[in-house]
């Protein structure tokens, strides 16, 4: 076609489709354009409300600041998360798997994973994959956003999180319960009991806000995010009852769940399958996540103690441009996703000078929609070579005079929405870049087989994830 701007007409209304980097990003950073639509119906026919969206607008004019762009970027959510994922990190990373047969003995995360133990010089295990880095991201992500002590009153909860992100796509084009359509009745199930320990949170939240018994559910609620502590008092002052704010509290968790349990199990994926790469990136990572295990002698005890990590976030999130490039490679190959806009005020959009030698201009009229598919931009081979093929060093420079290298994560272009911001953010990355960073340092994941295969994609609503589970051997490092 070669148009960087072109319409397609589904149901009933034409959409611009705007393949044009320069142009995507003069859509997402203009004034005048919403994704109210997009939350809307996400906030409506997945997570089982109909008012919120125009609730939280009319916020703005009750000056009650429900910003999650501006909040997840500024102190002191940023030291806080980066405090809070060093913490749980430092807690549970050596207890990944347990070594142990029974499921009664063994970590919450593990046992859906089809456990096996090996018979071997050292402990080792053969573990579905992303099973347990499911789990696992799960537990941690959880309680760090909602509190420890979330899951313990509620040990259901992840795995109905896992049954409505896989019938998002379903949900969201409306599909009732009776719909003959597999899946959708599970997901439909999984919301109702999803919205209602929810609005169990919020109650007890509002309870302790006011000094009063939580009740017994939920006691201890003091190391909750103070973003998702923020928006429920927002959707107090709104009046919102608590079924309504937990659709608010339930989509923005899940939008960042997806993406971070993904992502991290496809950097570990692709680091693991590759002996040097792996070799490069733990001699990178090793000063900021540094393992050890104090030996009988130093402990004073009768027993082995459990290998200690030694993390620090923010230098790995500046000082690790290898693992970040990876990162960036991870998102280009797995993350595409597509952003929406509905114009609110005609739009004028041109090609930039490097996209095309003589640049066309688009005139787009108010009141149309525009499709933005960014992996049409990051599977392009003039801009990126062999695109199918994982390589994170094409994100590497070298500066010429200092000889340091540096990530330029800018290769990527505009990345795709959230529902509520970016999902690639200050919390998203901080939380997968600690989560592979530990997981390398403390663990040892090799194939059964002589290959370690990476799996096809299965696409889903945001990122993908594997088609298939993959069967691996997990050994302790230290």
Not at 141 to 159: K, N, Y
Not at 399 to 406: C, F, N, V
Request: charged letters at 25%; a negative charge; proline letters at 6%.
């Amino acid at each position: 076609m070669g148009e960087p701007v072109f319409g397609v007409y589904l149901s009933g209304k034409t959409h611009n489709v705007v393949v044009s980097p320069s142009m995507i990003q003069t859509v997402l950073s203009s004034q005048d354009v919403s994704n109210a639509d997009v939350l809307d119906r996400a906030l409506r026919n997945v997570f089982g409300d109909k008012g919120l969206t125009r609730n939280l607008h009319l916020s703005h004019e009750q000056d009650i600041n429900d910003n999650v762009p501006s909040m997840i970027n500024r102190e002191p959510f940023v030291r806080e998360t980066s405090l809070s994922i060093t913490r749980s990190l430092q807690r549970h990373v050596s207890s990944l798997v347990s070594f142990s047969r029974s499921p009664v003995d063994q970590f919450p995360w593990e046992r859906d994973s089809c456990v096996e133990l090996l018979e071997q010089d050292q402990p080792a295990c053969e573990v579905e994959l992303f099973s347990l880095i499911r789990e696992f991201v799960g537990h941690q992500i959880t309680g760090i956003l909602l509190g420890e002590a979330f899951l313990d009153s509620f040990p259901g909860f992840l795995s109905q999180v896992w049954r409505l992100e896989s019938n998002f796509v379903s949900l969201f084009v409306g599909f009732k319960r009776w719909a003959p359509s597999p899946g959708v009745s599970a997901g439909h199930a999984a919301r109702e009991q999803l919205l209602h320990i929810m609005s169990v949170l919020y109650r007890a939240f509002t309870a302790c806000d006011d000094g009063m018994d939580p009740g017994i559910e939920l006691r201890d609620l003091d190391d909750m995010s103070d973003l998702f502590k923020q928006r429920m008092r927002t959707f107090r002052k709104l009046g919102l009852s608590p079924r309504a704010s937990a659709a608010g509290t339930l989509s923005l968790y899940c939008d960042w769940m997806e993406h971070i349990v993904n992502i991290t199990f496809w950097n570990l994926i692709h680091i693991f399958s590759d002996d040097e790469l792996l070799k490069e990136i733990r001699k990178e990572i090793t000063p900021f996540a540094e393992t050890s295990r104090p030996n009988r002698k130093e402990t004073g005890f009768p027993f082995t103690e459990p290998p200690k990590l030694k993390l620090d976030v923010e230098k790995l999130l500046q000082a690790c441009p290898l693992l970040k490039a990876c990162h960036c490679e991870t998102i280009r190959l797995h993350s595409s996703g597509i952003s929406f806009r509905r114009l609110e005020s005609d739009l004028t959009l041109t090609e930039s000078i490097g996209e095309a030698l003589a640049p066309r201009t688009y005139k787009i009229p108010k009141g149309q929609s525009v499709i933005m598919p960014h992996g049409v931009f990051q599977n392009d081979p003039t801009r990126f070579s062999n695109p199918d093929q994982y390589d994170p060093l094409r994100y590497i420079t070298t500066d010429s005079s200092s000889g340091s290298k540096k990530v330029n994560p800018d290769i990527l272009g505009p990345l795709a929405d959230g529902l509520y911001v970016t999902k690639e953010n200050n919390f998203t990355e901080r939380a997968i870049l600690s989560l592979t960073a530990s997981i390398i340092s403390m663990w040892n994941i090799s194939s059964p087989g002589k290959e370690f295969v990476v799996p096809r994609q299965k696409n889903t609503w945001g990122s993908s994830r594997p088609a298939q589970d993959v069967k691996v051997n997990i050994r302790a490092r230290v």
